[in-house]
Structure formats: structure tokens, C-alpha cells
């Protein structure tokens, strides 16, 4: 158990919708993650959190948006899906030392677009 | 540009010993991660090397060359639970963002 929480564990819906994942990071990080990995693909990195604000952008379409709250949990929107979207979205928070970073990953959000 | 290179898949038999290699090009480069990955499951974070040389975590060993811009994960004794995707993900202080995972390399263990 990483101390990561993510909810749903699995999310089915349909095309055009609009669907929320949740993910609460370990006690103490502030840092939040979010990866999309598709089937057989590796982690892509769409968007990162610190401390409430937003850090950086990786492959994250406009279609998608999130942000972390006050109490450090972040939630990931997802519009307009489509089928491709389908996929295990993760979350991770990390601890940075002198030695660099360490993720740390939730149990990911299956998602699947009908 | 940022570029990531590691083998699609490994195959090796229980007690033998595996190396997966990686190459990276970044720019800001600090350090070396490797993850694992089971299916189905969440990437765990196994080592990583901030300096030149090889650190040793049990069955696990991994290695970095700064000036090659290279590096290694080498698991010993193999174990049937081994079997997994292994990423090794550069970690930089430029750019976007700070850590890039690419596909991974999928370890089978056979019996």
C-alpha cells in the first residue's frame, strides 16, 4: 500500500461524457501526478500539482482539467469522452530528498468509454 | 530534444540473472529511477541512482553512467514474481516536467 487513495477503482460511461477521478496523497506530500496509461502503452504524463497551484503540463488535452484542493486532494476531469480515452489513469505523489524524487502511485482509476 | 530507449520485452528463466538496459537523452538531467510495474497493478518505485555507478538493493542492482547517458536495472536470482514491465524513468530539472516513463520493458520468467 503506497498511502495513495484514488476512487473510483473502475469507472464505466459512455462516449461525450464527463467523469471525475479522485486521489488523495499520501499524508504530508504536496505534490500530485497524474498519468494516463494506455493498453500495452507506457505512463504519460498529463499534469502536476504542488501545493494547490499548478506545477506543469505534459500531454494533457484540453478536454481534460484538474486541480488540487486546500486539503491537497486533486481530482482529474475528464469531457466530451471519447473512445480512446479509455484507459488506467493514475495518480502519484512524491517526496523530494537530496537524492531526487520518489513516486509514490495509487491504484489507479480504470476507465472505460462505451 | 528528450528521447528514452529501453528493450520492448526480456525473457529469462528462474535463478538466472537479467539485465535491462536504458538509454535516455534530456536535457537537465539529475538522476535515474526504475519502477515496476505487475499487471494490472501500480508502478512501485525500486532504486535510484543520482550518481555514476551501481547501487544495490537485494536482487536488484542498478547502474548509472552519466557520460554514456546510459544505465541498467540487473536482477538476480530470478523469481517467478519478477515478472512484470520495468521503466526506467530519467529524472530532470528542466523542461515540462520532471520525470519521463516511456513503455517499459516487459520481464517474463519462465519456469
Known amino acids: 500500500d503506497s498511502g495513495v487513495t484514488q476512487t473510483p477503482k473502475h469507472l464505466i460511461t459512455a462516449t461525450g461524457q464527463r467523469v471525475t477521478l479522485r486521489c488523495s496523497p499520501r499524508?504530508?506530500?504536496?505534490?500530485v501526478y497524474w498519468y494516463q496509461q494506455s493498453l500495452d502503452q507506457g505512463l504519460q504524463f498529463l499534469i502536476q500539482?504542488?501545493?494547490?497551484?499548478?506545477?506543469a503540463k505534459g500531454n494533457i488535452l484540453e478536454r481534460f482539467s484538474a486541480q488540487q484542493f486546500p486539503d491537497l486532494h486533486s481530482e482529474l476531469n475528464l469531457s466530451s469522452l471519447e473512445l480512446g480515452d479509455s484507459a488506467l489513469y493514475f495518480c502519484?505523489?512524491?517526496?523530494?530528498?537530496?537524492?531526487?524524487?520518489?513516486?509514490?502511485f495509487g491504484p489507479g482509476t480504470r476507465l472505460l468509454v462505451l | 530534444g528528450q528521447s528514452l530507449e529501453q528493450p520492448s520485452e526480456v525473457t529469462a528463466v528462474e535463478g538466472a540473472i537479467v539485465q535491462i538496459n536504458c538509454t535516455y537523452q534530456t536535457s537537465g538531467f539529475y538522476g535515474l529511477s526504475w519502477y515496476q510495474q505487475h499487471d494490472g497493478g501500480a508502478p512501485t518505485f525500486l532504486s535510484y541512482?543520482?550518481?555514476?555507478g551501481l547501487e544495490e538493493t537485494g536482487r536488484f542492482s542498478s547502474f548509472l553512467s552519466r557520460s554514456d547517458s546510459y544505465g541498467y536495472l540487473l536482477l538476480q536470482e530470478l523469481q517467478m514474481k519478477d515478472s512484470a514491465s520495468y521503466f526506467c524513468?530519467?529524472?530532470?530539472?528542466?523542461?515540462?516536467?520532471?520525470?519521463?516513463f516511456g513503455t517499459g520493458t516487459r520481464l517474463k520468467v519462465l519456469a
Open positions: 541512482n543520482g550518481l555514476d
Open positions: 500539482y504542488y501545493n494547490g497551484e499548478e506545477r
Open positions: 502519484a505523489s512524491s517526496v523530494t530528498t537530496g537524492l531526487g524524487e520518489t513516486q509514490y
Open positions: 499524508s504530508g506530500d504536496l505534490s
Open positions: 524513468a530519467p529524472y530532470h530539472t528542466s523542461g515540462t516536467y520532471k520525470y519521463i
